[in-house]
């Protein structure tokens, strides 16, 4: 089953839906005033972006090449956004708000059970990052060229991630299910062994480890640094 049908049950993570997101996120300063056209532009937009960034790189990226590689016209980029930091906003609001939107979902049975609850975190957050790959490698990858405002918000948004893995965390131990001394520092070694799916891709890919293959072995290797296996 693809990440897309395995998320399915919990939100759309297509380029369109994230389009959507945005555009709703965004409305006020979007002048497109047809949602369909609206959506349908900013996917290009998107996808010609975390494209060219992965090439060239966000900061030598300029809107000319951005408006060529999306088939828009200068006025017609400018009107979804006035400037290159407003786009990343953007998309690093898409990436942290997916994800968070997405961990805090889990059902009540799995938060019932620690265990049962991280793995769940860890397979979701691995699936989400392979649905949006291009969002995930882009926030990664350009983070050390981002302006100030932009920086503190991506490292919000990992600590925000982190901090919904440590109350797990912390659940585990107060029911004695984990042993570790500080939930919030083995949710900060946690985060690195997600990254390195969607960072590292073709490494897996060259030993045939799928998605769900990935996750699997980083719970059980996590569930067994803390005493649960």
Do not use: C
């Not at 609001?93 to 994800?99: F, H, I, R, Y």
């Not at 059902?107 to 649905?131: C, F, K, N, Q």
């Amino acid at each position: 089953m693809s990440p897309e049908k395995r998320l399915a049950p919990y939100g759309d993570y297509s380029l369109q839906a994230a389009a959507e997101r945005i555009l709703t996120r965004h409305r006020d300063h979007i002048r497109t005033q047809k949602p369909h056209v609206a959506v349908a532009k900013l996917s290009k937009i998107l996808e010609a972006t975390l494209k060219l960034s992965n090439r060239q790189g966000f900061q030598a990226m300029s809107l000319r090449d951005l408006a060529e590689a999306a088939g828009l016209s200068m006025g017609g980029l400018y009107s979804y956004f006035d400037g290159k930091e407003t786009l990343l906003v953007m998309i690093l609001g898409e990436v942290s708000s997916a994800a968070e939107t997405l961990l805090e979902a889990a059902p009540d049975d799995v938060r019932a059970d620690p265990v049962a609850h991280l793995e769940w975190l860890i397979a979701m957050h691995v699936l989400l990052s392979e649905a949006m790959q291009p969002f995930f490698v882009f926030a990664y990858m350009e983070a050390k060229s981002f302006p100030a405002p932009a920086r503190k918000r991506a490292i919000a948004s990992e600590a925000a991630t982190e901090a919904i893995f440590a109350r797990v965390l912390a659940e585990g131990v107060a029911r004695g299910v984990f042993k570790v001394d500080d939930p919030d520092f083995a949710a900060a070694l946690i985060k690195p062994l997600l990254q390195d799916w969607y960072v590292k891709r073709p490494k897996y890919a060259k030993r045939g480890v799928s998605a769900e293959a990935y996750a699997a072995g980083v719970s059980d290797f996590i569930l067994k640094a803390l005493g649960a296996r």
